[in-house]
């Protein structure tokens, strides 16, 4: 039997007494709860761990991850994720972070069928055809990638304007959206500064008239 997840034990021991070595009372405190001020809805892809490109320490951010960052109106565990983020946790920024290189959004861009993931990838053709105009005068498939891993971006954050949840909570708070791209080449990200901070900021057809 393969034996190498073992090291993945060995990590985590070592991670524990790195951390009780520098404060005894760490794990204590992660103990008592969480008030996290950000939450993170990122790509499942193993390279962008949110509190590792951050620079922050558990409990900080609170995450949300899947095949290239997507808000879809009808995916119960992201909704579920946005409420309790929103209405538990009181977290007053929402991040969605995709990146260069991402396996989902060069996936979209082609004719290929990967399987079931396909119907997950039909909403990033969407966000394709929606630009197609712009995407087709770029030169080649990696600068079509980048932009179109933006434009995915922009569009998520678009989408999470547009729920219930978000706009229940602009009528009693401020709560903040941003749109950012991790790169992977250089470790930085970019912020697209596609920050929505009310429903003012979206189409008047997606504005609910939440109860008061």
Same mark, same amino acid.
């Not at 978000?166 to 080449?185: C, D, F, M, S, T």
């Given at each position: 039997?393969?034996?190498?997840?073992?090291?993945?034990?060995?990590?985590?021991?070592?991670?524990?007494?790195?951390?009780?070595?520098?404060?005894?009372?760490?794990?204590?405190?992660?103990?008592?709860?969480?008030?996290?001020?950000?939450?993170?809805?990122?790509?499942?892809?193993?390279?962008?761990?949110?509190?590792?490109?951050?620079?922050?320490?558990?409990?900080?951010?609170?995450?949300?991850?899947?095949?290239?960052?997507?808000?879809?109106?009808?995916?119960?565990?992201?909704?579920?994720?946005?409420?309790?983020?929103?209405?538990?946790?009181?977290?007053?920024? =929402?991040?969605?972070?995709?990146?260069?290189?991402?396996?989902?959004?060069?996936?979209?861009?082609?004719?290929?069928?990967?399987?079931?993931?396909?119907?997950?990838?039909?909403?990033?053709?969407?966000?394709?055809?929606?630009?197609?105009?712009?995407?087709?005068?770029?030169?080649?498939?990696?600068?079509?990638?980048?932009?179109?891993?933006?434009?995915?971006?922009?569009?998520?954050?678009?989408?999470?304007?547009?729920?219930? =949840?978000?706009?229940?909570?602009?009528?009693?708070?401020?709560?903040?959206?941003?749109?950012?791209?991790?790169?992977?080449?250089?470790?930085?990200?970019?912020?697209?500064?596609?920050?929505?901070?009310?429903?003012?900021?979206?189409?008047?057809?997606?504005?609910?008239?939440?109860?008061?």
């Amino acid at each position: 039997m393969d034996k190498s997840y073992k090291r993945l034990i060995d990590g985590n021991k070592k991670f524990a007494l790195e951390k009780r070595f520098d404060d005894p009372e760490y794990f204590k405190k992660l103990s008592l709860g969480q008030t996290p001020d950000y939450l993170w809805i990122g790509c499942s892809d193993s390279r962008v761990p949110a509190n590792e490109v951050t620079g922050t320490e558990s409990g900080e951010i609170f995450v949300h991850r899947n095949v290239a960052n997507l808000v879809v109106h009808t995916d119960m565990n992201l909704l579920t994720v946005l409420e309790y983020a929103v209405k538990n946790l009181k977290i007053k920024h =929402i991040i969605v972070c995709g990146h260069y290189g991402c396996g989902g959004i060069r996936a979209a861009m082609s004719n290929s069928s990967f399987g079931f993931v396909d119907n997950w990838l039909r909403n990033i053709k969407d966000v394709y055809n929606k630009n197609h105009q712009e995407l087709s005068l770029l030169g080649d498939d990696d600068k079509r990638a980048d932009r179109l891993t933006e434009l995915n971006v922009i569009e998520q954050v678009r989408n999470l304007a547009k729920t219930t =949840i978000v706009q229940q909570a602009w009528k009693e708070r401020p709560l903040h959206l941003h749109g950012w791209v991790y790169g992977i080449n250089s470790g930085l990200i970019t912020d697209l500064k596609v920050i929505h901070d009310g429903s003012e900021d979206i189409e008047e057809i997606y504005r609910f008239k939440t109860p008061e």
